[in-house]
């Protein structure tokens, strides 16, 4: 194990401080590590370093923050979430180890001071950050890292049956957990993974209260504790959830007094919300109410390009789904460019392959353009001269999913066009993320917002074998890209992990397990009076730092 040495420089809320070492070969493995998790040789020292949280400048300390939301989030259990309408709130209330800066997603410590990494890049030991309370007044230590960790991957951990666990990808790669001594925990892993502190900076990856997790066993879910600067204070079904300022916070103070996250789920009705002075902040603004709302002084719009991707999923293992030349075919007979231009009014880009415009491995795969022609062929190459029926799933509404009912309707529609036809069948969010790991769909809706850019935060998760149910809702399965996933994730080299990821697109490509759509803009109206309000490119709305002015 290789010691670091650092000094800290405090900055402001948020903020990370400059970081400096006595060993160039430790420095050397950060470049390695950090590039093979797409953050670039620049920032590579930015991964490992010590932070200082100060107060936050310019908050009055009072008011509270109504933000309309799409939807319902189905828990507040960081180890269960499911959903960017989980992820708002949950943010404010939960920390990881590590955490994503506001404008460069570059890994920053937060509950984890400072960190050091073996040299075969599997033992990962954390100092943890001193002085820290959850809100139930216990203390943060290396046991509750522990206990956390280990939540969904530990079957001796005494809370690993009160879950249904999501995404436990982020988890799965630890070996171990090890208690060092209270400030200190030491994370074995059983395979390298090179965008592994990125894993410590999700949801799915932070630290909750184990007195809480003990008090009240499956009802946490309603109940959540965390360190975050933000506290639980209640939650009225089908109404709102209102989180409150933790005046006992280690760093920077949240700015409003409190947080009101309220569902509203019918867009134009979020807009109404806005416009009658009802909320101060809506997301997944309605594309058709972007012209007023820009010429109304009373409000601003904020935009930004996102780490955002929506497709609809195919079943491999049902007929006739099972054949490639059937998903190839419903490849060419979507009209992308109709769906991005007339439903989403050019609030997102098209996106024809498997990946992230400008990260480091997209190829731009522009195989499948409009070709009702071509889709025929295929099908009736597979022997569906006459196309077929199949059941299309679709949301009433949730979070990420831009406009479901209305793209569904232009997607069926092109369907038909070329003989396929698909039987629409809504469901209610939350329930709809619950009926997908059935596997009983043929063809889905669905969207992913990942913390970075890094291909194996996207592809892993929703393309491995090792991945379904969930959120690999499809059954994709190929061996080959199985192979090349696990290569990718171990790999330090940026070179090959650029030829990695290109290859699995090339498959995938040619599997077409995905009709893959566009990539959504980020758009959230507010009042002209809110302020602080910092959009992130993956998705987290950092209202912490917003107050109504």
Known sequence: MRSVRRKSVPRAHGGADVTRTTRRTFLDQSLRL?????????????????????AAPACPGTGTLVVGMEAEPPNLDPGQYLGLHSYRPMFRIYEGLTWFDTDTLKITPRLAESWTISGDGLVYTFKLRRGVKFHDGTAFDAQAVKMSLGRAIDPDNPFHQLGAWSFTNYVAPIKSIDVVDTYTVRLTLKARVAPFLAYLGTLTTAIVSPAAQQKYGKDFVRNPVGTGPFRFSKWESGNRIVIERNADYWGGKGCAEAL????????????NELLTGNVDVIVNVLPDALPKLARDSRFALLKKQSLHFWWAGLNVNKKPLNDARVRRALNYAVNRPALVQGILKGTATVEQGYGFPGAFYHTGVDRYTYNPTTAKQLLRDAGYPNGFEMDFWVPESGSGMQRPQEMATLIQANLAAVGVRAKIQTFEWGAYLVKLRSGEADMYEDSWFPRTDDPDLTLYPNLHSKSAPAPNFNRYSNAEVDRLLDEGRAELDQAKRVAIYRRVQEILAQDAPWIPVDHDIQIVATKKNVQGLKLIANYDLRTETAYPG
């Open 34 to 54: 950090a590039a093979a998790a797409g953050i670039g040789a620049s920032a590579a020292w930015d991964t490992v370093r010590s932070v200082a949280y100060a």
């Open 260 to 271: 009101i996250f309220r569902f509203v789920t019918d867009d134009q009705a979020r807009v």
